[in-house]
């Protein structure tokens, strides 16, 4: 079994910052990518950061210069870093890992959802 836990989500006021996690646990052979995606009531899901092939970082363009994703691969742990909030940034955050699992005699790679945590800027 694997699973993605997120934790951090809480309500604040808009300027303010919230920092979330979230950890994958279970057999990972390797973590392909990880990030996270959010999704406002009404609205689709969408990308917010995520760490792609190597180092590379991308992230969505309402939330360049205020979000910072980081991560502690010994921990399979990823971060965002959320500051100067805006109420629209209000939604549920749901982090994302395309992960690698399983022994040497068979590894599957797919992509894995946590259940997210609710982010709520009040102005």
């Known amino acids: 079994q694997v699973h993605l836990v997120e934790s951090g989500g809480g309500l604040v006021q808009a300027g303010g910052s919230l920092r979330l996690s979230c950890v994958a646990s279970g057999s990972i052979f390797r973590i392909n990518a990880m990030g996270w995606y959010r999704q406002a009531p009404g609205k689709q899901r969408e990308l917010v950061a995520m760490f792609t092939s190597g180092d590379s970082t991308n992230y969505a363009d309402s939330v360049k210069g205020r979000f910072t994703i980081s991560r502690d691969n010994a921990k399979n742990t990823v971060y965002l870093q959320m500051n100067s909030l805006k109420p629209e940034d209000t939604a549920v955050y749901y982090c994302?890992?395309?992960?690698?699992?399983?022994?040497?005699?068979?590894?599957?790679?797919?992509?894995?959802w946590g259940l997210g945590t609710q982010v709520t800027v009040s102005s």
């Open positions: 994302n890992g395309e992960l690698t699992t399983g022994g040497s005699s068979l590894r599957i790679t797919r992509a894995y």
